[in-house]
């Protein structure tokens, strides 16, 4: 869970502090905010859960939303490394859409050496109507050095979302994702970079 104090500073505008869920990924935390009670393996696997650390975020009546995000440690009571995450969000949101675009960055290895561990996530939501709503999130990710010197670790993925009340009393929420993870030497021979990808 989380534990956030929040100050709100002019009614468009707020400071939190404490533990908290990750800005990053359309899916949220508890299945019940979530269309699908399942997750998808973007979410399980492509993107951080909590953070520790602190937010400024402002949101507008024109539905222009956006967050700035410093974070001391990501999914662990204790830091692997010294080094701190950083964040932002942007988003717009009307009666029948909501884009969001999430990016975090920042060293999550265990040794201290600067490699940067970066995540860039969009996701669109359109509401036909109602009673029936569609959603796509589109995740980038790349670990600097995780598979050894010179050698980084990459995933994408896709996931595809479906929303439709077909009565007061019954809903069919409907979700199809892919993952995809491979590892790229950035080491150079002969001028030319050498890849290989992973199962």
């Known amino acids: 869970g989380q534990a956030t104090i929040t100050q709100d500073l002019d009614g468009k505008h707020s400071i939190t502090v404490g533990k908290m869920y990750s800005h990053v990924g359309y899916e949220l935390a508890k299945a019940a905010d979530n269309w699908n009670y399942s997750r998808s393996t973007l979410f399980g696997y ?17 539905g222009l939303r956006w967050g700035l995000y410093a974070y001391d440690r990501t999914d662990n009571h204790r830091d692997n490394n010294s080094g701190k995450l950083y964040g932002s969000q942007l988003a717009w949101v009307n009666d029948k859409w909501a884009a969001t675009y999430n990016f975090i960055t920042g060293p999550e290895q265990d040794r201290n050496g ?12 359109y509401n036909h109507s109602q009673a029936l709503s569609v959603a796509i999130d589109l995740l980038d990710g790349k670990d600097q050095n995780a598979g050894g010197n010179s050698v980084d670790q ?7 979302y479906l929303n439709w009340k077909v009565t007061e009393m019954w809903r069919v929420a409907v979700r199809a994702d892919w993952f995809g993870e491979s590892t790229k030497s950035t080491a150079t021979k002969s001028g030319k970079a050498a890849s290989m990808a992973s199962p």
Not at 48 to 53: R, S, T, V
Not at 114 to 125: A, C, E, H, K, P
Not at 154 to 160: D, F, G, L
Request: aromatic share 12%; net charge positive.
């Open 114 to 125: 600067g490699n940067m561990r970066t995540i860039q996530d969009l996701s669109v939501q």
């Open 46 to 62: 492509g993107i951080p859960f909590w953070h520790a650390g602190v937010a400024l975020k402002g949101q507008y009546a024109n």
């Open 154 to 160: 990459k995933w994408n993925s896709v996931a595809t």
